[in-house]
């Protein structure tokens, strides 16, 4: 950002300010304090952090809410905002998983250890009390996780590839984000000739790559995903878009998000294969985004770690996994795994010494991610009802994937790849070009001014394909398939009404 482009930026915040009695000499209190800490002095690289996410939709959606709230529900020719703008599937009306739950519980309140709830699950809770320090979740773990809920992720990654996981190299995090976060921290230097490190992230993509990217002043290397063959990827493009950030940066990281988000993609082996050799080649570290690695309606999920023990290929991995996507959907307990694959010892001791410095993870979010590493097993007393429910929540999942797509298929001027994966579809949008006039007038990007359009007359919250990139004079947005099966039914009339009128008024 350009000092020209701060002071716009500043000056806008400034105004905002001000309506809230609120300015650079502090808190209005009747007498004017100057202020240390200012838009003109603070760290320009979270100036440029964006995060469309929860951008200025979500606040509208917000807004509107409370509208309602306060009208009853009068005020809109609709009664509730429709969330379909993260991938929050509790908040969408998922149920939890009832032994999840249930051994969180007894981990929690300790008198549950001698009701009436199932003996494995009172097992489980009293096996990972031992493990906590002073057998209590109010105590810090070790910066790494709980021991043996690392040696439990351990034992899920070893049956899941047939390659052998060493616990020592799984960290407990946060959530996903908070170690793929420490990952870039942990590459993130500045060559001898000033040029920062450069993350190759796919386009369209997760917004949380390009937030922490800008907030660390590292260098985005965007390439991007053929959308004409279900959202692939392709290493002519992947050679394109590294030779073209040399001159910019030193590239240090490839960012792969599979099952894809927002894309809905999965990729086949052969594309990981690819994939790998291109890496070896650069000499440059994986990040494998594999939350959604149980969410697959069409395909076959594959490890980037299998798929590289099976080439005999070594380079440095980071795999992440997630409690809050998948089946379980527990986005509140921020529970998440990193395994670190061919890492240096010494490096991997550097990572776990930054690691220390936030001292742990939830020790709650980390008996929610046992639960999923170490589900009930077949003859234990709670296998039946976890299989009954998981299998409901998949099945769920798989049935409005295909109504999504199929929908949006149906709709002209709308064209959508089969959501193949994950929890979202990301269709491209034909919108007229009074439409992007309109747009331009006032200062938006048009797929943001369809999106708000549709916000504003239906209720239905989703993002703009601006906020997670796409190809230069094409328009998407993103929309998760969360809304339980009849309120995504009503979404998907109710979308379509809209598409239709939104066509005739902007023609």
Same mark, same amino acid.
């Given at each position: 950002?350009?000092?020209?482009?701060?002071k716009?930026?500043?000056?806008?915040?400034?105004?905002?300010?001000r309506?809230l009695k609120?300015?650079?000499r502090g808190?209005?209190?009747?007498?004017?304090r100057?202020?240390?800490?200012?838009?003109?002095?603070?760290?320009?690289?979270?100036i440029?952090?964006?995060?469309?996410?929860? *951008?200025?939709?979500?606040?509208?959606?917000?807004?509107?809410?409370r509208e309602l709230k306060?009208n009853?529900?009068?005020?809109?020719?609709?009664?509730?905002?429709?969330?379909?703008?993260?991938g929050?599937?509790?908040?969408?009306?998922?149920k939890?998983?009832?032994?999840?739950?249930?051994?969180l519980?007894?981990?929690?309140?300790?008198?549950?250890l001698?009701g009436?709830?199932?003996?494995?699950?009172?097992?489980?809770?009293?096996?990972?009390?031992?493990?906590c320090?002073?057998q209590?979740?109010g105590?810090?773990?070790?910066?790494a *996780?709980?021991?043996i809920?690392r040696?439990h992720?351990?034992?899920?990654?070893t049956?899941?590839d047939?390659v052998?996981?060493?616990?020592?190299?799984?960290?407990?995090?946060t959530g996903?984000s908070?170690?793929?976060?420490?990952?870039?921290?942990l590459v993130?230097t500045?060559?001898?000739?000033d040029?920062?490190?450069?993350v190759?992230?796919?386009?369209?993509?997760?917004?949380?790559?390009?937030?922490t990217?800008?907030?660390? *002043?590292m260098?985005p290397?965007?390439?991007?995903?053929?959308?004409s063959n279900?959202?692939?990827?392709?290493?002519?493009e992947?050679?394109?878009?590294?030779?073209?950030?040399r001159?910019?940066?030193?590239?240090?990281?490839?960012?792969?998000?599979?099952p894809?988000n927002p894309?809905?993609?999965?990729?086949?082996?052969?594309n990981?294969?690819d994939i790998?050799?291109?890496a070896?080649?650069e000499?440059?570290?994986?990040?494998?985004?594999e939350?959604?690695?149980?969410?697959i309606?069409?395909?076959?999920?594959?490890s980037?770690?299998?798929?590289?023990?099976d080439?005999?290929?070594?380079?440095?991995?980071?795999?992440v996994?997630s $409690?809050?996507?998948g089946?379980?959907?527990?986005?509140?307990?921020? *529970?998440?795994?990193?395994?670190?694959?061919?890492?240096?010892p010494?490096?991997?001791?550097?990572?776990l010494?930054?690691l220390?410095? +936030?001292l742990?993870?939830?020790?709650?979010?980390q008996?929610?991610?046992?639960?999923?590493?170490?589900?009930?097993?077949?003859?234990?007393?709670?296998?039946?009802?976890?299989e009954?429910?998981k299998s409901e929540?998949l099945?769920?999942?798989?049935?409005?994937?295909?109504?999504v797509?199929?929908?949006?298929n149906?709709?002209?001027?709308?064209?959508?790849?089969?959501?193949?994966?994950?929890?979202?579809a990301?269709?491209k949008?034909d919108?007229?070009?009074?439409?992007?006039?309109k747009? $331009?007038?006032?200062k938006q990007?048009?797929?943001?001014?369809y999106?708000?359009q549709?916000?504003?007359s239906?209720?239905?919250?989703?993002?703009?394909?601006?906020?997670?990139?796409?190809?230069?004079?094409?328009?998407?947005?993103?929309?998760t398939?969360?809304?339980?099966?009849?309120?995504?039914?009503?979404?998907?009339?109710?979308?379509?009404?809209?598409?239709? +009128?939104?066509?005739?008024?902007?023609?």
């Amino acid at each position: 950002m350009n000092a020209s482009s701060r002071k716009v930026l500043a000056a806008s915040c400034k105004q905002a300010c001000r309506s809230l009695k609120i300015g650079s000499r502090g808190i209005y209190c009747g007498v004017a304090r100057q202020a240390n800490v200012t838009l003109d002095n603070i760290n320009e690289n979270v100036i440029k952090l964006e995060y469309a996410v929860r *951008g200025p939709l979500v606040i509208r959606a917000g807004e509107i809410e409370r509208e309602l709230k306060v009208n009853n529900g009068s005020s809109r020719p609709f009664a509730s905002v429709t969330r379909a703008n993260i991938g929050d599937c509790h908040a969408m009306g998922q149920k939890p998983l009832t032994f999840l739950r249930q051994v969180l519980a007894c981990a929690t309140d300790n008198d549950l250890l001698n009701g009436p709830y199932p003996g494995d699950v009172k097992a489980r809770a009293k096996e990972l009390l031992e493990y906590c320090g002073g057998q209590s979740v109010g105590s810090y773990s070790d910066s790494a *996780g709980v021991e043996i809920i690392r040696k439990h992720s351990a034992d899920y990654i070893t049956a899941r590839d047939g390659v052998d996981s060493d616990w020592q190299n799984i960290v407990l995090t946060t959530g996903a984000s908070e170690g793929i976060r420490a990952v870039l921290s942990l590459v993130n230097t500045t060559s001898t000739d000033d040029k920062p490190s450069g993350v190759m992230i796919p386009i369209p993509q997760y917004p949380l790559y390009s937030a922490t990217i800008s907030e660390y *002043g590292m260098h985005p290397i965007n390439y991007y995903l053929d959308e004409s063959n279900q959202w692939s990827l392709n290493t002519d493009e992947l050679k394109r878009s590294i030779d073209k950030a040399r001159d910019k940066c030193v590239p240090k990281v490839l960012v792969i998000i599979n099952p894809g988000n927002p894309t809905g993609s999965v990729l086949t082996r052969q594309n990981i294969e690819d994939i790998i050799k291109f890496a070896k080649n650069e000499n440059l570290l994986i990040i494998a985004d594999e939350v959604y690695q149980h969410n697959i309606w069409d395909g076959e999920f594959f490890s980037f770690k299998k798929v590289m023990h099976d080439l005999k290929i070594e380079i440095e991995l980071a795999s992440v996994m997630s $409690a809050s996507k998948g089946y379980m959907g527990e986005c509140g307990l921020r *529970g998440g795994y990193c395994e670190l694959v061919n890492f240096d010892p010494a490096v991997k001791q550097m990572f776990l010494k930054m690691l220390s410095a +936030r001292l742990c993870s939830s020790v709650l979010g980390q008996i929610a991610l046992d639960c999923i590493v170490k589900p009930p097993q077949k003859g234990e007393e709670s296998y039946d009802l976890y299989e009954k429910e998981k299998s409901e929540v998949l099945s769920a999942l798989k049935y409005r994937a295909q109504l999504v797509a199929d929908t949006f298929n149906s709709i002209p001027g709308i064209s959508s790849n089969k959501v193949a994966g994950a929890m979202y579809a990301f269709p491209k949008i034909d919108i007229p070009r009074k439409a992007v006039k309109k747009a $331009a007038e006032m200062k938006q990007a048009p797929d943001f001014y369809y999106a708000m359009q549709l916000l504003e007359s239906t209720g239905i919250c989703i993002v703009p394909g601006s906020g997670f990139g796409q190809l230069p004079g094409t328009y998407h947005f993103r929309t998760t398939i969360l809304p339980q099966n009849d309120k995504l039914e009503q979404m998907m009339k109710v979308f379509k009404d809209f598409h239709t +009128r939104f066509v005739q008024q902007h023609s």
